[in-house]
């Protein structure tokens, strides 16, 4: 089974207003990363947060991990049409060197 | 976006054949992978490397093949392909950063379609 769930599985918001994506995971992490899928097109890493940090900043984005519930969420501010696209988060494991995926959660910015 | 290139983009084939899916990236990463993913899915793990000679099979379980001949070379053989291998094929490579699980760089993938 999956390691990581994103929730919603699809958000419709306004230019301008802010999208907040959440993820769950079931085992131990290394770190938790966020990757952005535009259609048809292959994954982009956005940010990565270790399991000891528990918020992160980059641009307009905002991370927060919380290892006791294993869950993580990712905040985009006043977003832009241009951010519509699919935003996976990923896990790496304590063991190993498997990156694993959830099923995403499909963004649209009505502009 | 990173120096990862996958050919073909687009390949539509009958069933039977023998295709290959070629994978090279530009950065010297020892860690490369193969995703597969439907249309709106989650991302599947089929294969991966940890350097040259070295290949492991994923988390899915695939029909498919791969080599790791050079370090900047991964490609992906179906030695028959099926109507089931439909999918979106995703090679991925990472930097060689012990304990750290570095982010995994993407190509632009191969949209596979078996007639």
């Known amino acids: 089974s999956q390691q990581g769930e994103e929730d919603p599985q699809a958000l419709s918001i306004q230019e301008g207003e802010n999208a907040t994506m959440n993820c769950s995971y079931k085992t131990s992490i290394n770190n938790l990363q966020w990757y952005r899928q535009n259609s048809g097109r292959g994954l982009v890493h956005l940010i990565l947060?270790?399991?000891?940090?528990r918020e992160k900043h980059s641009g307009r984005l905002r991370v927060t991990l919380d290892t006791s519930k294993k869950s993580s969420s990712l905040l985009i501010t006043a977003s832009r049409a241009a951010d519509t696209a699919s935003y996976f988060c990923?896990?790496?494991?304590?063991?190993?060197?498997?990156?694993?995926f959830g099923a995403g959660t499909r963004l649209f910015v009505k502009a | 976006e990173a120096d990862i290139y996958q050919t073909p983009r687009y390949l539509v084939i009958g069933t039977g054949k023998k295709i290959t899916l070629e994978c090279s990236q530009t950065?010297?990463?020892?860690?490369m992978y193969w995703y597969q993913q439907d249309p709106g899915m989650e991302l599947h793990l089929i294969h991966y490397s940890y350097g040259v000679n070295s290949t492991e099979k994923g988390d899915l379980s695939s029909e498919s093949t791969v080599s790791r001949i050079r370090t900047e070379h991964f490609p992906l053989t179906l030695e028959s392909a099926r109507p089931s291998h439909t999918s979106q094929y995703l090679c991925a490579s990472s930097e060689p950063r012990e304990g750290l699980r570095s982010p995994l760089h993407f190509g632009n993938g191969t949209r596979l379609t078996v007639t």
């Open positions: 990923a896990t790496a494991g304590t063991g190993g060197f498997k990156t694993i």
């Open positions: 950065m010297g990463h020892d860690k």
């Open positions: 947060i270790r399991s000891n940090e």
